[in-house]
């Protein structure tokens, strides 16, 4: 059974980048049957979609975060990770690493999230 | 990219039906039939249970249904029981390979 799990600094400084890596274990980041994706829930509101990554090497972004964000895989450790540049007070959020199967349109598995807080 | 609209809350007593909407537009729900919905407990990582509009994946109780109209997506749960007072939360593919949520409805069974 393919679990997720994230894991970050809890917190950070304001214009800081926010890095969160979400492990894989029991299955494949290669497989091209999934992508894999990040996605955060502020507190106490609803969720927002980050990115996704698909293998080999292509990626898709929340328009409104794109200019910020980067998601990248290493397959050798079965991770991917998200980095999150110049985070201010409202991007403290939990934030959870999801799949996605190609054959249906929908996040299958998520993490149980990890809070990354920002300040000072 | 705007979130989906959903109602703030609903609330139904043990054994009626509830329906939460989820409202979007002609660029995400209106023109797509990948629906997705979503059940979270609090303290807990969202539960798929429906996807592409209708779908439930395996171990999903056949009480949560789902459909669609136009703009407007639709998650109907019989027969409430206590367990299912939760967070629920609708997605959509936007096109281009982009996703957005709904701001969630949380479900109160009285």
């Known amino acids: 059974q393919l679990q997720l799990q994230e894991s970050g600094p809890g917190l950070v400084k304001p214009s800081d980048t926010l890095s969160l890596t979400c492990y894989v274990s029991?299955?494949?980041?290669?497989?091209?049957?999934?992508?894999w994706a990040w996605i955060r829930q502020h507190p106490g509101k609803g969720l927002e979609w980050i990115g996704t990554f698909y293998y080999p090497d292509n990626t898709y972004y929340n328009p409104s975060l794109r200019s910020r964000v980067t998601i990248s895989v290493d397959t050798s450790k079965s991770q991917f990770s998200l980095r999150l540049g110049s985070v201010t007070a409202a991007d403290t959020a939990l934030y959870f690493c999801a799949r996605q199967p190609n054959i249906y349109h929908a996040f299958d598995i998520w993490g149980q999230g990890t809070l990354a807080i920002v300040s000072s | 990219q705007s979130a989906l609209t959903q109602p703030a809350s609903v609330s139904g007593s043990p054994g009626q039906s509830i329906t939460i909407s989820c409202t979007g537009t002609g660029s995400d729900v209106g023109n797509y039939k990948f629906v997705s919905w979503y059940q979270q407990h609090p303290g807990e990582a969202p539960q798929l249970i429906i996807y592409d509009g209708n779908k439930r994946p395996s171990g999903v109780s056949n009480r949560f249904s789902a459909s669609k109209s136009d703009k407007t997506a639709s998650l109907t749960i019989s027969g409430l029981k206590a367990e299912d007072e939760a967070d629920y939360f609708c997605?959509?593919?936007?096109?281009?390979?982009?996703?957005?949520f709904g701001g969630g409805t949380k479900l109160t069974v009285l």
């Open positions: 029991g299955g494949s980041l290669r497989i091209s049957n999934f992508r």
């Open positions: 997605c959509s593919h936007d096109g281009g390979s982009l996703w957005v």
